[in-house]
Nanobody, 126 residues
Framework: QLPIMESGGGLVQPGGSLRLSCAAS????????IGWLRQVPGERPEVLSC????????KYADSVKGRFIVSRDNAKNTVYLQMNSLEPEDTAVYYC???????????????????WGQGTQVTVSS
């Protein structure tokens, strides 16, 4: 498994916000697009977003468009997912994943399991 790690998950009330981080250890993110996915137990993973190496291009699934924002700070070797207007339906384990130099895996809606991190739990509940 890649040395890539998600953090920042937790419990948040409906309508609240949360920011997730994706950090690389021992390698540089700057040459790769980075995707975000989420999975509810027993369901197929849902591909959420992708950001290209420079951060100039971002892509979002319809389910999160207008609510989630992906960004990156290559100097910190970190990618972020800002999640706003959260609803209970957003409850899932969230993963970041290493893409190719562009968002090839995102465009195909499939990320190889070897590109994912360990995940971080996000729970939206009152």
């Amino acid at each position: 498994q890649l040395p890539i790690m998600e953090s920042g998950g937790g419990l948040v009330q409906p309508g609240g916000s949360l920011r997730l981080s994706c950090a690389a250890s021992g390698w540089s993110l700057e040459y790769h697009a980075i995707g975000w996915l989420r999975q509810v137990p027993g369901e197929r993973p849902e591909v959420l977003s992708c950001i290209n190496p420079s951060g100039s291009t971002t892509k979002y699934a319809d389910s999160v468009k207008g609510r989630f924002i992906v960004s990156r700070d290559n100097a910190k070797n970190t990618v972020y997912l800002q999640m706003n207007s959260l609803e209970p339906e957003d409850t899932a384990v969230y993963y970041c994943a290493k893409d190719r130099p562009d968002c090839t895996y995102y465009d195909g809606q499939t990320y190889p399991a070897t590109t994912w991190g360990q995940g971080t739990q996000v729970t939206v509940s009152s």
